[in-house]
């Protein structure tokens, strides 16, 4: 396949390979529903809507949507509860693709990481990823992980690495260059995200790492501008020119992506990397554009991992 380079052709993908069976876990919301009866409608998804069935079809209802374009699973005794079914559903092959619906993340997760139905995939680290399409650039940038982690050590962040590497394969980068994010681009002992970023890049190297190319540390200008990256006589096949941004800990992480958001002009999906399916996790304070995108990203994974 062609590289996807913005989320316009990830729509026209997903819907080449669509659609996917989606298991949405309280879909009694209008946000919500918006995206998923988009995805619908584009060929993107069928769903199974779980959680209070007089409220969703209360909620169809108020939307001027054909409740019998969707199947519905009546769970009312509560979000946690619901939860687990939408959970199930995938875990048993009824869906391929989970989503959040509107209840606490806590909660959702509680299903996610379920010892009997669940969807963690053995030992491997949940890890979080941001696709962001930015107004001047002509690829994607795949952030991670700025959600679930908070101080990853370097073995957590070997897995983060490869689970958002593994989400750039199915979007078509068949070697995908990863920035090890820091303050700095050299190495400094008494900056710890430094010293992890110099070994990730050595693990590259030396085939530890597979499909990608890791470079780092670097500094976000180094990363990304490629005149930044030739003034600081950085030579690299990484800097300026960085695909996948790997960010040192949380609170770096999620200040980066959402100022992405609220300061550039972009378009933006959201993701959760290293389960059995793939996993629809954004905030109630995304627009129904961003779920929408987040679900053709996740057909998109599911799509690939069945190949």
């Known amino acids: ?26 879909a009694e919301d ?6 998923v009866e988009e995805a619908r409608a584009l060929g993107i998804v069928n769903a199974i809507l779980v959680g209070n069935g007089e409220k969703i079809k209360a909620v169809l209802d108020k939307m001027g949507l054909d409740a019998a374009n969707y199947e519905i699973v009546d769970e009312k005794r509560g979000p946690a509860a619901a939860a687990l079914k939408a959970v199930e559903l995938v875990s048993t092959g009824q869906a391929d693709v989970l989503m959040k619906g509107m209840l606490e993340t806590a909660d959702f997760l509680r299903g996610v ?11 491997a680290l949940l890890s979080h990823a941001y696709i962001h399409q930015i107004e001047g650039y002509d690829h994607l940038f795949f ?41 700095v681009e050299v190495v400094n002992p008494d900056m710890p ?5 110099a070994a990730l890049a050595q693990m590259s190297r030396r085939g530890q790492i597979k499909g990608c190319t890791i470079d780092g540390p670097l500094a976000i200008d180094n990363a990304v501008s490629e005149e930044s990256a030739k003034h600081k006589g950085i030579k690299s096949e990484v800097a300026g020119r960085a695909d996948v941004l790997i960010v ?10 959402k100022s992405i958001v609220y300061f550039a002009k972009n378009k933006t999906a959201a993701i959760v990397l290293g389960t059995k399916a793939p996993i629809v996790l954004t905030s109630r304070a995304d627009s129904a554009e961003t779920k929408l995108l987040s679900i053709a990203s996740a057909v998109t994974l599911a799509a690939h991992q069945a190949k």
């Open 1 to 26: 396949m062609e590289q996807i380079r913005n989320l316009d052709q990830l729509l026209v993908y997903a819907r080449e390979v669509g659609p996917k069976k989606l298991s949405v876990a309280c």
């Open 30 to 35: 209008d946000v919500v529903m918006k995206a």
């Open 113 to 123: 990481l379920n010892k009997e139905v669940g969807l963690r995939n053995g030992k």
């Open 143 to 183: 952030v991670s992980d700025g959600v679930f982690n908070l101080y990853p050590d370097l073995k957590a962040k070997v897995s983060i690495v490869k689970n958002v590497v593994a989400l750039t394969h199915a979007f078509g980068l068949e070697n995908p260059k990863v920035a090890v994010l820091g303050a």
């Open 193 to 197: 995200p430094t010293v992890d970023a």
């Open 248 to 257: 040192p800990e949380i609170e770096s992480g999620n200040i980066l992506v």
